[in-house]
Nanobody
Framework: QVQLVESGGGLVQPGGSLGLSCVAS????????MGWYRQPPGKQRELVAH???????NYVDSVKGRFTISRDNIKNTVYLQMNSLKPEDTAVYYC??????????????WGKGTLVTVSS
């Protein structure tokens, strides 16, 4: 099994910063990409940022210049640094891994999510 565990969510004031971490564990053989999605209340889940194996990144327009995704040198770990947070960033943030484990079936693996609330 592949498990993703997010951490770092919480309450922050507008303009503040928050860092999220996601650690993947299990019998992972191949990772095509890791990323962060979010789902605000009453809205569809959207891609926030992802980073592919070659290191390329992309971001949804609304977070460009404010959020940074990285992998550093931690094995199977992805980070999301969120700066200049806005109330509209409030959402459950989910870690995602695109890859496969010992059955060689490519899947999208999901974490349970961590709540980020931006409020004054």
């Amino acid at each position: 099994q592949v498990q993703l565990v997010e951490s770092g969510g919480g309450l922050v004031q507008p303009g503040g910063s928050l860092g999220l971490s996601c650690v993947a564990s299990g019998s992972i053989i191949k990772i095509y990409a890791m990323g962060w999605y979010r789902q605000p209340p009453g809205k569809q889940r959207e891609l926030v940022a992802h980073i592919i194996g070659g290191g390329s990144t992309n971001y949804v327009d609304s977070v460009k210049g404010r959020f940074t995704i990285s992998r550093d040198n931690i094995k199977n770990t992805v980070y999301l640094q969120m700066n200049s947070l806005k109330p509209e960033d409030t959402a459950v943030y989910y870690c995602n891994l695109d890859g496969y484990s010992s059955d060689y079936i490519r899947r999208r693996y999901w974490g349970k999510g961590t709540l980020v609330t931006v409020s004054s």
